[in-house]
């Protein structure tokens, strides 16, 4: 969400669709239901496909995802799919995010650096893995200052 939205990063709709298709054929639910919605609107490079848009939206409901489940159970009306809302604020999404972006075969350094605060945030945020992940990435990619610190 983060190029979707450009928080962080520049907006970016294209990468914004390619992380969600790798997160989605992982079998992660809101990589799924944020898919399903660009090929619903057209966007990121995914063509218009409502047939598409749906599956991968049924698909996200079906692993337990609540506005997948809301669509998906007669509330969909295509003119109002921007309407419905993503929330970044759950903790375990940015913990997840950190990772596709960290470990994704495509990423670059700008991606470790996000994947770096996204792990903050979420230890910020009583997250355990993300405190170990912000540690480890931390030291990998600041070597330098983990041994000037001991």
């Known amino acids: 969400q983060a190029y979707e939205q450009g928080i ?4 970016d709709m ?3 669709a390619r992380y969600y298709k790798e997160g989605a054929d ?3 639910p809101e990589a ?3 898919l399903g919605v660009f090929y619903l609107r057209g966007e990121g490079g995914c063509e218009c496909s ?3 848009g749906l599956k991968l939206i049924k698909e996200a409901g079906e692993l337990g995802l609540g506005e997948a ?3 998906i159970g007669g509330n969909y009306k295509k003119d109002n799919v921007e309407d419905i809302a993503i929330e970044m604020s759950e903790i375990e999404e940015l913990f997840h995010m950190g990772k596709v972006m960290e470990e994704s075969e495509l990423n670059d350094s700008d ?8 792990y903050r945030i979420a230890a910020q945020n009583g997250h355990k893995l993300a405190e170990e992940k912000f540690s480890s990435l931390s030291q990998k990619m600041f ?3 983990q041994s000037s610190s001991s």
Not at 8 to 11: E, G, S, T
Request: glycine letters at 6%; aromatic letters at 6%; one cysteine or more.
């Open 14 to 16: 294209i990468k914004a």
């Open 143 to 145: 070597p330098e200052t």
């Open 69 to 71: 489940m809301l669509v």
């Open 32 to 34: 799924k239901y944020n």
């Open 50 to 52: 409502e047939a598409k």
């Open 111 to 118: 991606d470790e650096i996000f994947a770096l605060e996204l």
């Open 26 to 28: 992982g079998g992660h």
């Open 8 to 11: 962080c990063v520049k907006k």
